[in-house]
């Protein structure tokens, strides 16, 4: 069974999440993003981590078929169960998904990720450092001190984002 993708934006997410799934497995680390992947799980859980409740100013217009914001899934270390929230986005080329990032600045500063687990957001592919948007993101990160690690990663193997995730999470 295929899947159908109305733009190619939906299916470069499909690739660059299983890129960062393969790299997290590399580390021995796991990324939980479906409800199944959270049975047996004692300490984390779906609600809160992968599914996050939309505030009523989020909703301006029409209630869509869902009143939540979707992760892109929950790092853990399955040596001492630390865990981190994940948020990526992949540039191959220019496009107008670049300027979705914005948005994420307001979820983050009303607090929609929570204060529990580190949220990172890995911006990677061949020329994630170039694109303006994903600068400016991490500018204003800085500026207003938000809780969010930005990691640039323009290398296949996502060597900088093991690296870095071996440290948060150790």
Do not use: W
Request: glycine share 8%; net charge positive.
């Amino acid at each position: 069974m295929s899947k159908n993708h109305n733009h190619g934006a939906s299916l470069s997410g499909e690739r660059s999440e299983v890129k960062m799934a393969d790299a997290l497995e590399q580390i021995g680390y796991r990324r939980l993003h479906k409800k199944e992947h959270f049975k047996g799980q004692s300490k984390h859980q779906y609600e809160g981590t992968v599914r996050l409740p939309k505030p009523k100013k989020y909703i301006q217009a029409k209630e869509k078929r869902t009143n939540n914001f979707l992760t892109d899934g929950l790092v853990v270390n399955p040596k001492n169960n630390k865990a981190g929230i994940i948020e990526s986005k992949y540039s191959g080329a220019h496009g107008t998904t670049e300027e979705k990032v914005f948005y994420d600045l307001f979820k983050i500063e009303d607090g929609i990720y929570g204060v529990e687990y580190p949220l990172v957001y890995l911006f990677q592919g061949p020329i994630c450092e170039s694109v303006n948007e994903y600068r400016l993101f991490a500018d204003e990160v800085e500026r207003k001190k938000l809780p969010v690690h930005v990691i640039f990663d323009p290398t296949p193997d996502l060597s900088r984002f093991k690296h870095f995730m071996r440290k948060l999470l150790a």
